[in-house]
């Protein structure tokens, strides 16, 4: 009997600590999971602003990064700046799609915030916001909201000077 005791006690002990222990630990391990893919996602979308920005330094002749403009561009550099801003708006949509929610946690927050801190630098160009209502057409309802939002405060808060 005291062998039948035994077993009986290792189960008792097995339901009250192992199981809430085994629970914890899946918890534990899923939100680490969920912490190292919304990492990994900001990090594939970093690389491909990186990517965009080798654009415009390749096409330093549409003055993307210049505070002051210098003249008119022609037909095909005018161009060319809208298919960049094409690209631009299509990663902040995707930027927005995978990291932004309505309740965010603190990583996530600060994940999306280098985000809204790019769209308030690119919606601080005049150009920029003259070509958003066009490049917007078709896009997630709440993405048009969320830049339409940055783009009317950059409007007011900005003098006309690009980045």
């Excluded at 919304?38 to 491909?48: H, K, V």
């Excluded at 309740?103 to 999306?112: D, F, G, N, Y």
Aim: net charge negative; hydrophobic share 45%.
């Amino acid at each position: 009997m005291d062998v039948m005791q035994g077993l009986e006690a290792a189960s008792y002990l097995v339901t009250v600590v192992g199981l809430p222990l085994a629970i914890w630990v899946f918890v534990h391990d899923r939100r680490r999971e969920r912490q190292s893919d919304e990492e990994e996602i900001f990090l594939r979308l970093s690389d491909e602003y990186s990517d965009f920005m080798r654009l415009v330094i390749d096409n330093a002749d549409l003055q993307l990064l210049s505070a002051t403009p210098r003249g008119e561009l022609g037909e095909e550099q005018r161009e060319r700046r809208h298919a960049l801003f094409a690209i631009l708006v299509s990663l902040f949509e995707r930027a927005y799609v995978l990291v932004y929610e309505e309740r965010m946690s603190a990583q996530q927050a600060r994940l999306w915030q280098t985000w809204a801190d790019y769209m308030q630098d690119w919606c601080a160009r005049e150009d920029f916001r003259a070509a958003l209502p066009r490049l917007l057409q078709g896009e997630d309802p709440g993405f048009v909201a969320t830049i339409g939002k940055i783009a009317e405060v950059a409007a007011v808060s900005t003098p006309a000077t690009p980045l």
